[in-house]
């Protein structure tokens, strides 16, 4: 049996405005949205890209989020990229600065409350200072 390798096709979220929240998301990852009905679908950005599919909500929201995504940006540019996602219209939740010496990371919310985080790892010879 030969063992293929699993990537990530494309997260999919309800959201109260499928359209709105989708112009958000190709705002953050430059890719162009295509709409289709009720739904969007916001294609990779190239390779090693994602894909989102954002389609109506069929039920109210949970209070919990079960699950969130991880974006990863070249160490250095990660408060800049926070920057640019708050004025994209993100909102700041918290940061994670020193828990750990192989990342830092800031955690923020998509317009619809939606958690993700962005991270920075350092270079491997500053992981090992």
Request: proline content about 10%.
């Amino acid at each position: 049996m030969t063992n293929h390798p699993i990537t990530l096709g494309a997260i999919n979220l309800e959201a109260e405005d499928p359209t709105a929240l989708a112009a958000f998301w190709a705002a953050v990852t430059g890719a162009e949205p295509s709409a289709g009905g009720d739904s969007v679908y916001l294609p990779p950005n190239g390779p090693g890209g994602f894909g989102m599919f954002f389609q109506p909500g069929t039920t109210p929201r949970s209070a919990s989020q079960v699950a969130h995504w991880d974006l990863t940006v070249p160490w250095g540019s990660r408060e800049a990229e926070v920057q640019r996602l708050v004025g994209l219209g993100a909102t700041h939740q918290w940061d994670v600065l020193d828990e750990v010496p192989h990342v830092r990371w800031t955690t923020l919310a998509d317009p619809e409350g939606n958690l993700f985080c962005v991270a920075e790892h350092p270079p491997v010879h500053q992981q090992r200072a």
